[in-house]
Nanobody, 123 residues
Framework: QVQLVESGGGLVQAGGSLKLSCTAS????????MGWFRQAPGKEREFVAA????????YYADSVKGRSTISRVNAKNTAFLQMNSLKPEDTAVYYC????????????????WGRGTQVTVSS
């Protein structure tokens, strides 16, 4: 069983930055690809970013590309999402996901999920 716990969300003004963290437990001996999704009120959950086990490859949604960086430290079983130049439309609950099987942009293809952390960007 794998548990994912997100942290780092909060309230920030437009143009500001936040760094989200996701710490995994339960399968720390076997790193897995990690990802971030978000869900805004009244909208479906959408892909934000993903990173391979080695960290050598990262993938981003067009909406955050150039403003966000996904990274990981396997020794700490932790993945990060650094978000800069935040916009009000980035307001959402951000979820960490682990171990995709298929198209990593589809939330249904990920095996493990955290409970989410709220990010609110004020204008």
């Amino acid at each position: 069983q794998v548990q994912l716990v997100e942290s780092g969300g909060g309230l920030v003004q437009a143009g500001g930055s936040l760094k989200l963290s996701c710490t995994a437990s339960g399968r720390t001996f076997d790193p897995m690809p990690m990802g971030w999704f978000r869900q805004a009120p009244g909208k479906e959950r959408e892909f934000v970013a993903a990173i391979t086990v080695t960290g050598n490859s990262q993938y981003y949604a067009d909406s955050v590309k150039g403003r966000s960086t996904i990274s990981r430290v396997n020794a700490k079983n932790t993945a990060f999402l650094q978000m800069n130049s935040l916009k009000p439309e980035d307001t959402a609950v951000y979820y960490c996901a682990g171990d995709p099987d298929g198209d990593f942009r589809n939330d249904s293809d990920w095996a493990f999920w955290g409970r989410g952390t709220q990010v609110t960007v004020s204008s």
